[in-house]
């Protein structure tokens, strides 16, 4: 069922879709994170949707219908800032999401990608500049594509045997780390609103400490059927949970999400800081 938004709140704002299919060249369409001159990526900008904020409705969803929920969740981890610098707490982090994803999925067996990625909202100047690949999205897109999952799975069925589990998925786990309100939440599309010819394949370039690393994500065009959902003043006691992929295709699979300005946010507060996590479920 489509997320019912008719008695919940909304926003005006603006979601900077894809515009192009292709560069001009012909050749499929790259972003890169920290060079914008190198962007064949063309977005139209100024698109305004209506983001409705789905706290009121967070019991009704599901995750296997709408592609995301809300859930509640205390970390242990107390200065989120320690991320992505001390080995110890980036693997404390990662069991406490590997333990949240099997319960909100039921799922078997966990994976963890990526313990947690920090981001910043582009005033965090001194902190952007520390870390590579920290800014937010602010276009809609999915991590990957139905291809470039495949990728990423092969990694993991290196290391582990899950022969044993017929379907599988990929999820994002989502927190914000600064107090509400958020300047730049970030929305999720419904993914019963969502079609395969919405989607636009991108090439993700993106600087880590590693070096850069190229990965097939799905960018969007405009549809005036997407859904758009955000909650509303998010505590570093939430996580956003979303599907990233599913391997049986009678569950929701990707949610398209991105950041946005929220014009109802008082001047002056603090700029969204988050973290995000990145795991398989296997199911069997």
Known sequence: MVVDTASVDEVSAVVNYLHTRVDASGSPLEFWSEEDDRTTMIITPGTSVMV??????RDTL?????????VDHRSAVSNFEMMQVH???DQHYAHEMSDLLAEVTGADLVIVM???????GEREV??????PNAKPARYPHADNTDSSVLQLLNIITDAFDVSQYPRWAAYNMWRATSQPPQDIPLAVCDAQT???ADEITVTAVTMELSGAIRHDTT??????????????????EEVLVFKAHDSDSRHASRVAHTAFNDPTCPPGVETR??????AFAFFA
Request: net charge positive; proline share 5%.
């Open 87 to 89: 080995p110890l707490v």
């Open 219 to 236: 960018g969007y065009a405009y549809n005036e059927n997407h859904r758009w959902c955000y909650f509303r003043d998010m505590t570093p």
């Open 62 to 70: 599901v995750l296997d219908e709408n592609g995301f929920v809300l």
């Open 52 to 57: 409705h904020d789905a706290r009121p409705i």
């Open 126 to 131: 001194d902190k952007l500049s520390a870390l």
């Open 273 to 278: 800081s988050s973290v995000e996590t990145r």
């Open 194 to 196: 969502l079609t395969r």
């Open 114 to 120: 990526s313990a947690g990625k920090k981001r910043y």
